[in-house]
Protein backbone atom coordinates (compact mmCIF):
# COMPACT_ATOMS: atom_id res chain seq x y z
CA UNK A 1 0.00 0.00 0.00
CA UNK A 2 0.95 3.43 -1.00
CA UNK A 3 1.57 6.19 1.85
CA UNK A 4 0.16 10.06 1.01
CA UNK A 5 3.65 10.74 1.40
CA UNK A 6 4.81 9.01 -1.19
CA UNK A 7 1.94 9.70 -3.78
CA UNK A 8 2.68 13.10 -3.30
CA UNK A 9 6.29 13.45 -4.82
CA UNK A 10 6.68 15.48 -8.13
CA UNK A 11 7.55 12.43 -10.32
CA UNK A 12 4.25 10.28 -9.24
CA UNK A 13 2.36 13.75 -9.97
CA UNK A 14 3.99 14.52 -12.78
CA UNK A 15 3.54 11.18 -13.86
CA UNK A 16 -0.65 11.77 -13.61
CA UNK A 17 -0.58 14.35 -15.47
CA UNK A 18 1.43 13.25 -18.40
CA UNK A 19 -1.38 10.26 -18.15
CA UNK A 20 -3.37 13.52 -19.10
CA UNK A 21 -1.29 14.64 -21.56
CA UNK A 22 -0.86 11.42 -23.55
CA UNK A 23 -4.57 11.24 -23.54
CA UNK A 24 -5.07 14.79 -25.24
CA UNK A 25 -2.59 13.65 -27.75
CA UNK A 26 -4.11 10.48 -28.54
CA UNK A 27 -7.55 12.04 -28.68
CA UNK A 28 -6.49 14.60 -31.56
CA UNK A 29 -4.32 12.36 -33.02
CA UNK A 30 -1.11 14.86 -32.70
CA UNK A 31 2.70 13.21 -32.75
CA UNK A 32 5.90 13.59 -32.97
CA UNK A 33 7.99 12.78 -35.98
CA UNK A 34 11.47 13.44 -36.45
CA UNK A 35 12.33 11.21 -39.31
CA UNK A 36 10.43 9.81 -42.55
CA UNK A 37 10.10 6.73 -41.28
CA UNK A 38 8.23 8.37 -38.02
CA UNK A 39 5.81 10.68 -40.07
CA UNK A 40 4.77 7.69 -42.23
CA UNK A 41 3.82 5.96 -38.77
CA UNK A 42 1.93 8.92 -37.56
CA UNK A 43 0.32 8.97 -40.59
CA UNK A 44 -0.88 5.50 -40.93
CA UNK A 45 -2.02 5.63 -36.94
CA UNK A 46 -3.92 8.59 -37.61
CA UNK A 47 -5.47 6.98 -40.98
CA UNK A 48 -4.38 10.22 -42.33
CA UNK A 49 -3.74 10.00 -46.34
CA UNK A 50 -1.44 13.23 -47.43
CA UNK A 51 0.77 15.00 -45.57
CA UNK A 52 -0.37 17.84 -46.67
CA UNK A 53 -3.48 17.77 -44.11
CA UNK A 54 -1.18 18.14 -41.13
CA UNK A 55 0.78 21.49 -39.39
CA UNK A 56 3.66 21.85 -37.00
CA UNK A 57 2.78 23.35 -33.95
CA UNK A 58 6.15 23.17 -32.87
CA UNK A 59 9.55 21.22 -34.14
CA UNK A 60 8.18 17.96 -34.50
CA UNK A 61 4.65 17.65 -33.42
CA UNK A 62 2.43 17.26 -36.05
CA UNK A 63 -1.64 17.33 -36.04
CA UNK A 64 -4.30 17.56 -39.01
CA UNK A 65 -4.73 21.56 -39.19
CA UNK A 66 -8.23 20.85 -38.67
CA UNK A 67 -7.93 19.77 -35.38
CA UNK A 68 -5.06 21.97 -34.54
CA UNK A 69 -7.49 24.86 -32.72
CA UNK A 70 -9.15 22.14 -30.78
CA UNK A 71 -6.30 20.47 -29.35
CA UNK A 72 -4.03 23.88 -28.47
CA UNK A 73 -7.03 24.58 -26.26
CA UNK A 74 -7.49 21.51 -24.42
CA UNK A 75 -3.42 21.27 -24.32
CA UNK A 76 -3.22 24.50 -22.75
CA UNK A 77 -6.35 23.18 -19.99
CA UNK A 78 -4.59 19.90 -19.23
CA UNK A 79 -1.14 21.94 -18.72
CA UNK A 80 -2.95 24.49 -16.27
CA UNK A 81 -4.72 21.89 -14.48
CA UNK A 82 -0.96 19.68 -14.32
CA UNK A 83 0.59 22.79 -12.96
CA UNK A 84 -2.35 23.65 -10.80
CA UNK A 85 -2.32 19.94 -9.14
CA UNK A 86 1.72 20.17 -8.86
CA UNK A 87 1.65 23.31 -6.81
CA UNK A 88 -1.79 21.80 -4.75
CA UNK A 89 0.35 18.57 -4.32
CA UNK A 90 3.99 18.99 -3.76
CA UNK A 91 4.06 22.58 -2.29
CA UNK A 92 5.53 25.76 -4.53
CA UNK A 93 8.83 25.04 -2.43
CA UNK A 94 8.51 21.61 -3.55
CA UNK A 95 8.20 22.29 -7.41
CA UNK A 96 11.55 24.87 -6.87
CA UNK A 97 13.49 22.08 -5.19
CA UNK A 98 12.85 19.86 -7.91
CA UNK A 99 13.57 22.35 -10.46
CA UNK A 100 16.98 23.39 -8.79
CA UNK A 101 18.02 19.83 -8.65
CA UNK A 102 16.97 19.05 -12.31
CA UNK A 103 19.02 21.90 -13.81
CA UNK A 104 21.93 21.09 -11.88
CA UNK A 105 22.02 24.48 -10.03
CA UNK A 106 24.02 23.50 -7.07
CA UNK A 107 26.78 22.34 -9.42
CA UNK A 108 26.58 25.69 -11.64
CA UNK A 109 26.15 28.09 -8.58
CA UNK A 110 22.76 29.37 -11.07
CA UNK A 111 19.58 29.59 -10.85
CA UNK A 112 18.91 31.16 -14.52
CA UNK A 113 17.69 27.79 -16.03
CA UNK A 114 15.56 26.45 -13.10
CA UNK A 115 14.05 29.72 -12.60
CA UNK A 116 13.19 30.27 -16.37
CA UNK A 117 11.49 26.48 -15.75
CA UNK A 118 9.51 27.78 -12.61
CA UNK A 119 7.99 30.82 -14.71
CA UNK A 120 6.20 27.49 -16.62
CA UNK A 121 4.18 26.83 -13.29
CA UNK A 122 3.72 30.70 -12.29
CA UNK A 123 6.71 30.37 -10.02
CA UNK A 124 8.27 34.03 -10.10
CA UNK A 125 9.23 35.07 -6.74
CA UNK A 126 13.19 35.11 -6.92
CA UNK A 127 13.57 35.50 -3.38
CA UNK A 128 11.86 32.45 -2.52
CA UNK A 129 13.47 30.50 -5.34
CA UNK A 130 17.20 32.00 -3.72
CA UNK A 131 15.84 30.86 -0.36
CA UNK A 132 15.71 27.74 -1.16
CA UNK A 133 18.82 27.22 -3.39
CA UNK A 134 20.83 28.72 -0.44
CA UNK A 135 19.07 25.74 1.54
CA UNK A 136 20.14 23.17 -0.37
CA UNK A 137 23.36 24.57 -1.56
CA UNK A 138 23.99 24.43 2.46
CA UNK A 139 23.02 20.60 2.14
CA UNK A 140 24.78 19.83 -0.78
CA UNK A 141 28.18 18.27 -0.63
CA UNK A 142 29.40 20.86 -2.71
Do not use: P
Request: aromatic share 10%; proline share 0%.
Amino acid sequence: MTTQTQQNTFGSVRQEGQVRMNAVFKKHGAFFAYSGDQMQKGLIDNGIENKAELTSLTTGLYIQKSKAGDFIKEFEEVTEFNNKELIDKVGIEGIIRYELHNHESCYTYSTESATDALEEYGITDKDLINKIFNQELANSDY
